[in-house]
């Protein structure tokens, strides 16, 4: 089992920054990938960004440039650095980790919201 807890949403203005964090707890040895998704009102939950073990990154389209994903695998933790915040950002972001031989990810956090508007 792996737990995950986020943290660092808030409100904020556009053209802003926030810094998320999320905690990973249990059998992180298991955990292969890393990832932010994030889910909109009377939206999909759509994934943001993906860090790999080594350290390999993926963003989506709408946050590249804008978005960095980190790890720090000491630390058990993974942060998504958002700058030039938008109002089409606004909504909850979820952490979650997917553990090695198991397809998709399949461990989740309880989420944080984030709100952009002035």
């Known amino acids: 089992q792996v737990q995950l807890a986020e943290s660092g949403g808030g409100l904020v203005q556009p053209g802003a920054s926030l810094r998320l964090s999320c905690a990973a707890s249990?059998?992180?040895?298991?955990?292969?990938?890393m990832g932010w998704y994030r889910q909109a009102p009377g939206k999909q939950r759509e994934l943001v960004a993906t860090?790999?073990?080594?350290?390999?990154?993926r963003y989506a389209d709408s946050v590249k440039g804008r978005f960095t994903i980190s790890r720090d695998n000491a630390e058990n933790t993974v942060y998504l650095q958002m700058n030039s915040l938008k109002p089409e950002d606004t909504a909850v972001y979820y952490c979650?980790?997917?553990?090695?031989?198991?397809?998709?990810?399949?461990?989740w956090g309880q989420g944080t919201q984030v709100t952009v508007s002035s």
């Open positions: 979650a980790a997917r553990r090695v031989g198991v397809p998709g990810f399949g461990s």
């Open positions: 249990g059998e992180i040895f298991s955990i292969s990938v």
């Open positions: 860090v790999t073990n080594e350290g390999f990154t």
